[in-house]
Nanobody, 122 residues
């Protein structure tokens, strides 16, 4: 499966953004999906994950209550709705697909999309 993330941008603190991850190829619904982010000079970190059918989700503590992960298997799409953005959310956000669930470990994801930059100004 090939993944492509989009939807990033430059926003002010408190604003919202919705990231999208488009999947092509076969078997999107066979994969658990996740979002990770990497800030400049920092290691990549887990943000959110969602099960194959979307019934189970997990969020990192730093984004819980502000971010929502969802997917539409009919459209081969995954989303990350980000509300009440903070400057510390600034990072490159990447989507990933894997078969181990639940996993917050990036090495357990098999496929990655290119990142999309999110910049939140104060």
């Amino acid at each position: 499966v090939q993944l492509q993330a989009s939807g990033g941008g430059l926003v002010q603190a408190g604003a919202s953004l919705r990231l999208s991850c488009a999947a092509s190829g076969r078997g999107f619904s066979d994969y658990h999906m996740a979002w990770f982010r990497q800030a400049l000079g920092k290691e990549r970190e887990f943000v959110a994950l969602i099960s194959q059918n979307g019934g189970v989700t997990q969020l990192a503590g730093s984004v819980k209550g502000r971010f929502t992960i969802s997917r539409d298997n009919a459209k081969n799409m995954m989303y990350l709705q980000m509300n009440s953005l903070k400057p510390e959310d600034t990072a490159v956000y990447s989507c990933a697909a894997g078969t181990k669930f639940p996993s917050r470990r990036e090495y357990e994801y098999d496929y990655w999309g290119q990142g999309t930059q999110v910049t939140v100004s104060s």
